[in-house]
C-alpha cells in the first residue's frame, strides 16, 4: 500500500533540458523519501524554497545547480505523519530553457512531476 502510493507515478520528459529534468527527477525523488520518511518517524516535516535551496525542517537541505532557481507558489511545503499533504501547493524548478512543476495534492495524494 505505501509502495503503490509513494512510487505509482513517475512520467517520462522530453530530453530538451537534461539539467533541469535531472534536478527534476532528483528533488521528486527526494521529496518522495522525505514523505516516507515522514510516516516512519512520526514527525511533521516541513520545507521552503529558496533559490538555489530546498530548506527543510530538520535543519537539511538539498541544493540544485546555479544554473536553475526553485520556486513555489507558496511560502511552506510539508508532509504529515499519515501521509498526506501538510500545506498543499506547487514547487518549480526554473530554467533558461524548460519549468519543471512537482505538484503536492491535498490530502493523501503522489507528487507528480510536469514539464511546463
Known amino acids: 500500500m505505501i509502495y503503490s502510493v509513494l512510487f505509482l507515478y513517475t512520467p ?18 527526494e521529496l518522495r523519501y522525505l514523505k516516507l520518511k515522514s510516516f516512519m518517524t512520526m514527525t511533521d516535516i516541513v520545507f521552503y524554497p529558496q533559490d ?5 525542517s530538520n535543519d537539511s537541505y538539498c541544493t540544485v545547480s ?5 520556486s513555489s507558489n507558496r511560502e511552506w511545503l510539508g508532509f504529515t505523519t499519515k501521509l498526506t499533504t501538510k500545506y498543499a501547493g506547487s514547487l518549480f524548478i526554473n530554467s533558461a530553457q524548460s519549468t519543471f512543476k512537482i505538484t503536492f495534492p491535498i ?5 507528480k512531476c510536469y514539464q511546463l
Do not use: E, K
Not at 52 to 56: E, Q, R, W
Not at 66 to 70: C, G, S
Open 52 to 56: 538555489h535551496y530546498l530548506y527543510f
Open 66 to 70: 546555479d544554473t536553475l532557481t526553485l
Open 12 to 29: 517520462f520528459f522530453p530530453a530538451s533540458n537534461l539539467t533541469a529534468m535531472n534536478a527534476a527527477y532528483q528533488l521528486l525523488i
Open 107 to 111: 490530502g493523501l495524494g503522489i507528487l
